[in-house]
């Protein structure tokens, strides 16, 4: 009796670990995949959570990341290498960044940069 409630357990706990690889591994195709809107949109509300903007900024900066979401998707759509590529994105990211300083107020951009930072570094683990 004891034996088939642990299977049923470990079976149930198995099927809500596969559930949730599943949804993640989803959304992760729907931002990478996306179309530049959906990207903009996407980061937009991220960054409306966690930086918690007003209305207005949060106009400001979805505008700002549709505007440099279609420049990356011409660039990763364009001929090149990959080095190319990447130095020319990165440049991208340096520019809005900068354009971030004229949306968000202090306290906001020192929050963004050390959120992008913590971003970056786990993107670098998971490279490992």
């Known amino acids: 009796m004891v034996l088939k409630i642990k299977k049923k357990w470990a079976s149930l706990v198995t099927t809500l670990v596969l559930m949730v690889f599943t949804v993640s591994a989803q959304n992760k195709e729907t931002i990478q995949d996306g179309t530049p809107e959906q990207r903009a949109k ?8 966690n930086l918690a903007l007003s209305a207005v900024q949060t106009e400001q900066v979805y505008h700002l990341n549709l505007q440099y979401a279609q420049k990356n998707a011409l ?8 080095l190319s590529k990447y130095k020319k994105m990165k440049a991208l990211q340096q520019e809005k960044s900068a354009s971030f300083t004229q949306i968000l107020n202090t306290e906001q951009y020192k929050k963004y940069q050390e959120l992008k930072e913590q971003m970056l570094k786990a993107i670098k683990e998971k490279r490992k």
């Open 42 to 49: 996407i980061l937009t509300e991220w960054m409306k959570t």
């Open 75 to 82: 660039i990763s759509q364009s001929k090149g290498g990959k």
